[in-house]
């Protein structure tokens, strides 16, 4: 069984510019999650969707960070404009269904300049 | 969601159990307690799950107070490998978010 997939692997950027991000869940789960993981601390949940519909945005900083789904399948988070402080790894996880056993990707380490 | 509470770092010799402690004393009748880790560079992986009863798995076991108050999570011969960020979580099974804490720092040493 393919995992959940990630691109880029890892980003340089400097302050100001924007950046995406692409995840490609595991087929057949529903259930899509995009984490923040700051140096040292513990995955910050920043959007759950179920299919095509966001369930949880609450901690997505929405004036910079945007994220959609299209067709329930894959998708794409962006930083538009990148700060110093959103360097970190950008996680993508999936889930069956919503039952919390999800499935991560290997991530996307961002460094913002 | 059940906060949970779990040590910072923990120690542990290669070839013996490893035992990581968590309390979750304000959890609810339909949440469950979930194990996850991170190994270094990689993102997290589910481990285990368990609502009252002990469970086991081919990677580790889950002892479950009876008062569901705390949790162990039991990894029978620890090796290297397992030198990880270990995270307890308690949530409803269905619909609800995944929040992360700290978690648990074990290291295996030789």
């Known amino acids: 069984e393919a995992g959940v997939a990630q691109s880029p692997r890892y980003k340089i950027i400097e302050k100001r510019q924007s950046v995406a991000f692409w995840c490609n869940p595991i087929?057949?789960?529903?259930?899509l999650y995009w984490y923040q993981q700051i140096l040292g601390q513990g995955p910050k949940l920043l959007i759950q969707?179920?299919?095509?519909?966001?369930?949880?945005d609450s901690q997505l900083p929405k004036d910079r960070f945007s994220a959609e789904r299209l067709k329930g399948v894959d998708s794409t988070l962006k930083i538009q404009p990148a700060k110093l402080e959103d360097s970190a790894v950008y996680l993508c996880a999936s889930s069956f269904r919503g039952i919390t056993e999800a499935f991560f990707g290997q991530g996307t380490r961002l460094t913002v300049v | 969601d059940a906060k949970t509470t779990q040590p910072t770092s923990m120690d542990c010799a290669e070839g013996r159990a490893a035992n990581l402690p968590c309390n979750h004393s304000?959890?609810?009748?339909?949440?469950?307690v979930y194990w996850y880790r991170q190994i270094h560079s990689q993102g997290p992986q589910y481990i285990i799950h368990?609502?009252?009863n002990n469970e086991t798995n081919e990677m580790a076991s889950l002892i479950i107070t009876e008062d569901r108050k705390s949790s162990t999570l039991i990894l029978p011969h620890a090796t290297l490998r397992d030198t990880a960020v270990y995270y307890c979580i308690a949530t409803k099974q269905y619909g609800n978010k995944l929040v992360f804490g700290a978690g648990t720092i074990l290291r295996v040493k030789s």
């Open positions: 087929s057949g789960h529903a259930t």
């Open positions: 368990g609502l009252k």
């Open positions: 969707f179920q299919n095509n519909g966001v369930v949880d």
């Open positions: 304000t959890i609810s009748g339909n949440e469950y």
